[in-house]
């Protein structure tokens, strides 16, 4: 997950990778409750108020909207040619072709519901 501070010099983002699912994980489990980070732009160190550092990135969701839109272009694109063929499949071959080319869409709601979750998550928490 993709987390964010301000930096306490210039105001600019700073931003960082953590596995940490909450802010007592990215601690250590240690309850500190700072974190010495590193400003990329002015090259400042600080400590930093872990519960001032949040969870905002939507770099995820921008690419899986934009990879939905493609899917759906290719799907108007592609299917009309098959289009005749469709209805001489069984009825299961129906369903099954529906849920083929639905799995994309499902797998890419949960995705961003899983995000939403640990971003959701992860800002709620508190030290
Ligand atoms: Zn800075």
């Known amino acids: 997950m993709i987390l964010q501070t301000q930096c306490n010099k210039c105001s600019k ?3 960082f990778h953590s596995f940490a699912t909450d802010r007592f994980e990215l601690s250590n489990f240690k309850k500190i409750k700072q974190l010495d980070l590193k400003c990329k732009k002015c090259g400042s160190e600080d400590k930093y108020d ?14 899986s909207v934009s990879m939905m839109l493609t899917y759906f272009i290719l799907l108007i694109i ?16 129906i369903v099954v072709l529906a849920s083929l080319l639905l799995s994309p869409f ?11 979750t640990s971003q959701r998550r992860f800002n709620s928490s508190r030290l």
């Open 50 to 63: 872990i519960n001032k550092i949040y969870s905002k990135f939507k770099l995820i969701k921008l690419i």
């Open 106 to 116: 499902v797998i890419f709601i949960m995705i961003n519901h899983n995000i939403e």
């Open 78 to 93: 592609i299917t009309p040619r098959y289009f005749d063929k469709i209805w001489e499949l069984p009825s299961l071959g």
């Open 13 to 15: 983002l700073i931003r």
